[in-house]
């Protein structure tokens, strides 16, 4: 199952790359198109999975619960529940029954890329062409380095952290 959400940030880092490069290519990037695309895609099936969550979870959840899965609603609403769960502790420990949104951390993770990811793309197409691939290369290798050391020394913040993780995605 784990393997999975890297195949996950595999491929979704393939289809943002070859979108935006081949607008590039076509000398049509427009970040605004970009971004609206994304939401068209990701947000109404967040807001129905999240609704009905927290719908269910009125009704099943005590206060302390129904508190702890708004909170977690409204990080994963704003793209940080990865960063949230990483300080509430390992992924590997932390109850799903109580976790309504703990796998929204990939969705996360993926909306943290998009939000870096489309400016790097840009600045270095339109800089740096020459050097694009290696550029990219060296910022893949970088982010695999890191998770490969964090994942001995913070193996919580190497699981939820784009820097650790971005290697996957670049690697699409």
Not at 102 to 117: I, N, P, R, S
Request: proline share 5%.
């Amino acid at each position: 199952g784990f393997v999975g959400v890297d195949v996950f940030f595999v491929i979704s880092g393939f289809l943002i790359t070859s979108i935006l490069y081949g607008e590039c290519r076509q000398n049509d990037p427009s970040l605004a198109r970009f971004y609206q695309r994304r939401v068209a895609r990701i947000f109404p099936a967040f807001t129905a999975v999240a609704l009905t969550t927290l719908a269910v979870a009125f009704f099943v959840y005590l206060p302390q619960d129904l508190a702890s899965c708004g909170a977690n609603f409204s990080a994963a609403f704003l793209s940080a529940i990865n960063i949230k769960l990483m300080f509430q502790g390992n992924y590997f420990v932390l109850s799903p029954d109580s976790q309504p949104f703990l796998h929204y951390w990939t969705l996360a993770v993926e909306e943290q890329f998009y939000m870096v990811f489309p400016l790097l793309l840009l600045a270095l197409y339109r800089f740096a062409r020459h050097a694009l691939v290696s550029l990219l290369l060296v910022v893949g290798i970088a982010s695999f380095a890191w998770g490969w050391r964090w994942s001995d020394t913070h193996p919580t913040w190497a699981f939820y952290l784009l820097p650790t993780r971005g290697w996957e995605l670049l690697a699409g």
